[in-house]
């Protein structure tokens, strides 16, 4: 109990004062802490570089190359750590101006349908700021996180989140029912879809290779009618955000729900290549996640 509370004193009081620093000067903490986990952390150093290679295919370059790309992935994914402490308490008006959308008329367009939104996402940039970029424009997301530890973790991260205008679910058997229920009320619910995190996913083929993506999205939209959108939010250019929302997928049934929902998940995932496509150094996947690399952990 004692370490649980130590961790959470720590965390927090991280968080405050990466809150109360100037912005330039918390961004540049970020770029020194990224540094140094690219540095130390040499296990995940090697498998982003895995991964990136897969994105980036015929122009990753040579090894210099591939690891000055992993080096630009560990400081953007300690700037999204620096940027979701500060976000509570970023002005909401800030956060607008800071914001450029293209393509949220598909999800204004979905949301006046009236059977809600199941927007699918990548870890790419910021979506916690995409998210609250949305709840300014009163289109409220509810999404799915994973529990942390201690539990007072995961509570503080509700709550700031929350704080964002953002709901989170906890994943758990409950999680899917929340979901349907936000749905049936017309609601939009943001999941990030580019990780399977209990192996349980519907096969895809993913930039050239085998790998399994939840069957979430797809199964809440085709069971419920929701629109079922494509998007991502990146970090830049400079200290501002950029956003994209795809046109929706096609969900008209071509045969049993079971056919369907991989026939989607396989969109989903093609799509998400394309997202991803735009600034792999932001894709936040430190985790071997083909089937090939999964298979050589598992041996290890």
């Known amino acids: 109990m004692n370490r649980e509370r ?4 720590t965390y927090t009081t991280l968080a405050a004062g990466l809150a109360a620093l100037p912005e330039p000067v918390a961004l540049g903490v970020a770029t020194g802490v990224g540094e140094v986990l690219f540095r130390v952390r040499r296990t ?11 994105v980036l295919g015929a122009d990753a370059g040579d090894a210099p190359a591939l690891d000055r790309w992993a080096r630009r992935a560990f400081r953007a994914y300690a700037r999204y750590w620096v940027e979701g402490a500060r976000l509570a308490g970023t002005p909401v008006d800030e956060i607008v101006q800071r914001m450029a959308v293209d393509g949220l008329d598909h999800l204004r367009d979905g949301m006046e349908v009236g059977k809600g939104v199941v927007l699918a996402l990548p870890h790419v940039g910021s979506w916690e700021y995409g998210g609250a970029f949305l709840a300014a424009q009163d289109l409220p997301m ?16 509700v709550e700031q989140r929350a704080a964002m205008g953002l709901t ?3 994943l758990d058997n409950r999680s899917g029912a929340t979901l349907l229920q936000t749905l049936r009320d017309g ?15 519907v096969e895809v083929e993913f930039f050239g290779e085998p790998t399994t993506m ?24 400079g200290r501002d955000h950029h956003a994209i929302v795809e046109p929706p997928i096609d969900l008209t049934r071509q045969g049993g729900l079971r056919a369907d929902v991989a026939r989607v998940t396989q969109e989903i995932a093609t799509r998400l ?17 083909w089937l090939s690399d999964r298979a050589g952990r598992g041996a290890a």
């Open 6 to 9: 130590a961790v959470l004193r």
């Open 44 to 54: 995940q150093r090697a498998q982003v570089a895995a991964n990136l290679q897969r």
């Open 142 to 157: 509810t999404a799915v996180a994973e529990r942390l530890e201690p539990p007072g973790l995961f509570e503080y991260f």
């Open 273 to 289: 290549e394309g997202l991803i496509r735009r600034a792999p150094e932001q894709w936040h996947v430190f985790q071997p996640l």
């Open 168 to 170: 989170i679910v906890p």
């Open 214 to 237: 939840p069957a979430g999205p797809a199964t809440l939209a085709l069971r419920t009618g929701a629109t079922l959108l494509t998007g991502a939010v990146y970090s830049g250019p």
């Open 187 to 201: 609601g939009l619910v943001g999941l990030l879809c580019d990780r399977d995190l209990d192996g349980s996913g």
